[in-house]
């Protein structure tokens, strides 16, 4: 890690004089300043969550955060009399965090004193600071990918889909079906590349190979008519789950060389490592060619393994093995399909490039 503090991933926010001007109970009205609102944005963007710790009526300042506009930007929302350190506490625990990822802002040095003593990691800030906090490097992570763009709703929907999950008696199968889950697999812009390296690096029961592809062998890869590289997004009826999956593939004439498939363990179990092997492996089909998959014992990774045996690869020769290089890491299985037609999965809704047309540069 590089030096410096360690970066904010949760603001906590007091209300009255703090984030608006005026106190909701005794004013009545509430100004909220120009600035507060573009901190509110620009943190969100960077993927820092926020919520509120506030003395408050739950119910009327709730009301006042939606009615400007707000109310979307807070997660678990602590808005009532208890002591503010148990409120920060409990977004803490509530989303997972230690008690150095969050930060406390509050105009009441009493306030900021409490929490303090009971939670000391936790960083405190006047609402002086308020307008500041976005040149702060606590507040400045070292890449914003699309993924932390749309942290706050993927953090979210999740929460919706656990509570659904919570109620739902039927089956699994059923409450998968009940998603409506829509997978994307198409080629990484620009923007996804950084997610692409991440996912290469962090995954690791669904992940092939365990090779760390960094980002200028991506970009290299990215420009070469002959490769492939597929960042693959899932969603639901609840929200998004992001970029859970990278595909990396180098294309021959009589064989598809699959280097790289890796997916995140959030999405095991929608089975989306399936899913994709299918595709690509109906996708060779029409293109007249055979899929060959590098995998390499990790001691972690044997759920892959399993994943390209159930697809239909095995260790059998063929001669389109030639065409592909050899491995550069030792300890790799060159596994092999002859494809024949594969029919989509009924419980997903795939939307993917067509790799069996020909490839269409973009200038
Ligand atoms: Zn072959």
């Known amino acids: 890690m590089a030096d410096g503090p360690a970066p904010v991933k949760c603001l906590v926010w007091d209300l009255d004089n703090t984030l608006w001007r005026g106190t909701l109970l005794e004013d009545g009205e509430v100004v909220l300043p120009d600035e507060v609102r573009a901190v509110i944005t620009a943190l969100d963007e960077r993927g820092i969550l926020q919520s509120v710790a506030s003395r408050n009526d739950h119910d009327l300042a709730w009301r006042q955060l939606e009615r400007l506009g707000l109310a979307e930007y807070f997660v678990l929302p602590a808005i009532g009399w208890g002591a503010k350190s148990e409120s920060v506490r409990a977004i803490a625990d509530g989303l997972g965090f230690a008690h150095t990822a969050i930060a406390f802002v509050d105009d009441q040095p009493a306030e900021r004193a409490e929490v303090a003593f009971h939670l000391p990691e936790v960083r405190c800030y006047t609402h002086d600071q308020v307008p500041t906090l976005p040149d ?4 400045t992570p070292a890449s914003v990918t699309a993924d932390s763009r749309r942290r706050r709703q993927m953090y979210q929907a999740n929460s919706r889909r656990a509570a659904a999950r919570e109620r739902f008696s039927g089956p699994d199968g059923e409450f998968l079906r009940s998603l409506e889950l829509v997978m994307r697999i198409g080629r990484a812009d620009e923007a ?55 595909v990396l593939l180098a294309r021959h004439p009589d064989v ?36 060959a998959a590098d995998f390499r014992p990790t001691g972690r990774n044997r759920m892959m393994d399993v994943a390209y045996r159930f697809a239909g690869l095995d260790d059998e020769p063929c001669a389109c093995l030639a065409a592909p290089a050899e491995p550069a890491e030792p300890d790799v299985v060159r596994l092999h399909v002859e494809p024949g037609p594969r029919e989509a999965p009924d419980y997903v809704h795939l939307v993917a490039e067509d790799l069996s047309a020909p490839r269409v540069e973009q200038w």
């Open 136 to 139: 702060l490097p606590e507040f």
């Open 192 to 246: 996804e590349l950084a997610r692409v390296e991440e996912l290469t690096l962090r995954t690791s029961q669904m992940n092939a190979t365990g090779v760390h592809y960094p980002d200028a062998v991506l970009r290299d890869m990215c420009d070469d008519p002959a490769h492939e590289v597929l960042v693959v997004t899932l969603a639901d009826r609840f929200g998004p789950h992001g970029a859970v999956g990278v």
């Open 256 to 291: 598809w060389h699959l280097k790289l498939l890796a997916t995140s363990c959030r999405v095991v179990s929608f089975g989306a490592g399936a899913v994709i092997l299918n595709w690509l492996v109906d996708q060779a089909h029409r293109a007249g060619a055979h899929l």
